[in-house]
């Protein structure tokens, strides 16, 4: 079992900054990719980017990519920068664990592990 917890999320003005954490613990031993999504009532949640184990591979959603930044240090951490915030990118935001190998995982359904998640409002 992995347990994650995310922190960070709060409100902001359009054109603002977050950074998001999420913590795992547990059995971290078998933590592969990481990733950060996000759930819109209403809507599919979406990937926003996934990290390899080492931190050396970043990938990102198409929407996304440019004003988001996701990076994890050595104590299983994982990091999400949030950049030039626009009221669409109102959300939950989630940290997500895959014990998928390769290739990256993508899909929520390949990932296992899902924190409680952290509110993100943004105001115009």
């Known amino acids: 079992q992995v347990q994650l917890v995310e922190s960070g999320g709060g409100s902001v003005q359009a054109g603002g900054s977050l950074r998001l954490s999420c913590a795992a613990s547990g059995n971290t031993d078998r933590t592969n990719y990481m990733g950060w999504f996000r759930q819109i009532p209403g809507k599919e949640r979406e990937l926003i980017a996934g990290?390899?184990?080492?931190?050396?591979?970043a990938y990102y959603g198409e929407s996304l990519k440019g004003r988001f930044t996701i990076s994890r240090d050595n104590t299983n951490t994982v990091y999400l920068q949030m950049n030039s915030l626009k009221p669409g990118d109102t959300a939950m935001y989630l940290c997500?664990?895959?014990?998928?190998?390769?290739?990256?995982?993508?899909?929520?359904?390949?990932?296992?592990?899902w924190g409680q998640g952290t509110q993100v409002t943004v105001s115009s």
């Open positions: 997500a664990s895959s014990n998928l190998l390769f290739p990256p995982p993508r899909a929520p359904s390949e990932f296992i592990y």
């Open positions: 990290i390899s184990p080492a931190g050396r591979t």
